[in-house]
């Protein structure tokens, strides 16, 4: 079941959950002494994380306690736990546990109110033909329902559907280096860029072209979003470099998106 947990790449807060379970996966045959080597490992970050910012499994577990995300959301029941009023903290001996908790909170408990009235308002709505959706295979549901998994653009697509507004052209040089930045960006970070964006980490179906994506100029130093009318405000950079640092720490630090409006 842990392949179904939030993984990274996916733009979602429980990334981390994923890349735990993940962890515990290979550490399943190892020696106490292998297990704690490969804890302290720095390149943990990116191997399990997709991270551009090296970190070992001690660094990102150093504040990380048993709740739904790792670092935030609802406390996961932890059935060794002597006190179970008290937040236990992740670490490499409770690592098994944390995993068995999180996965029963994602794919169980956490989501089961929530897929009956999902169950429900499909009925509702759609009545007797709710039947239709078997037609449907899982994945081809997952799509329509969640978007496209694979955040795909070209060159082209981004000059034909990211659309230059208030003030700034298709040619303006911001607008030629973040579709430069876009390009180069890894699945991880595109995501996070949609999520930053529009409140959605995947692209709906039809891909860029069904977004209406617009970017206009921005005051601060970092970028900016209105996520309801994906919209992105973007500071008049004066170079390709600048735009990059700054979009990049916008998009690793936010949960969630900036919106103007806050």
Not at 23 to 35: I, Y
Not at 55 to 78: C, K, Q, R, Y
Not at 87 to 108: I, N
Not at 112 to 117: A, D, G, K, L
Request: hydrophobic share 35%; with cysteine.
């Amino acid at each position: 079941a842990s392949e179904h947990l939030p993984q990274p790449g996916d733009g979602l807060a429980g990334e981390f959950v994923g890349a735990c379970a993940s962890f515990a996966s290979d550490l399943k045959d190892l020696s106490q002494d292998e297990r704690r080597m490969l804890a302290e490992d720095s390149a943990w970050s990116g191997r399990y994380l997709a991270s551009e910012t090296s970190g070992s499994f001690n660094d990102w577990t150093s504040n990380a306690e048993f709740v739904a995300t790792g670092f935030s959301g609802p406390s996961l029941p932890s059935s060794s736990q002597a006190n179970p009023t008290e937040l236990r903290a992740v670490t490499l001996d409770s690592l098994d546990d944390f995993v068995e908790a999180a996965t029963a909170f994602w794919l169980h408990t956490g989501v089961r109110e929530q897929i009956r009235s999902l169950r429900r308002g499909l009925h509702d709505v759609l009545g007797a033909r709710a039947g239709a959706l078997w037609l449907f295979s899982p994945l081809e549901l997952r799509e329509l329902f969640c978007g496209e998994e694979s955040v795909s653009w070209s060159s082209q697509d981004l000059y034909d559907h990211l659309h230059a507004a208030g003030g700034f052209s298709r040619d303006d040089d911001v607008m030629i280096w973040l579709r430069d930045e876009l390009l180069e960006m890894s699945q991880g970070l595109r995501a996070r860029f949609l999520d930053f964006a529009t409140s959605c980490p995947r692209l709906p179906p039809g891909g860029l072209a069904s977004l209406k994506l617009t970017a206009s100029p921005g005051a601060g130093r970092f970028p900016r979003s209105r996520a309801c009318a994906n919209q992105l405000y973007l500071p008049k950079y004066e170079t390709r470099e600048e735009l990059h640092e700054k979009l990049t720490e916008a998009l690793l630090a936010c949960e969630g998106h900036h919106d103007a409006d806050h």
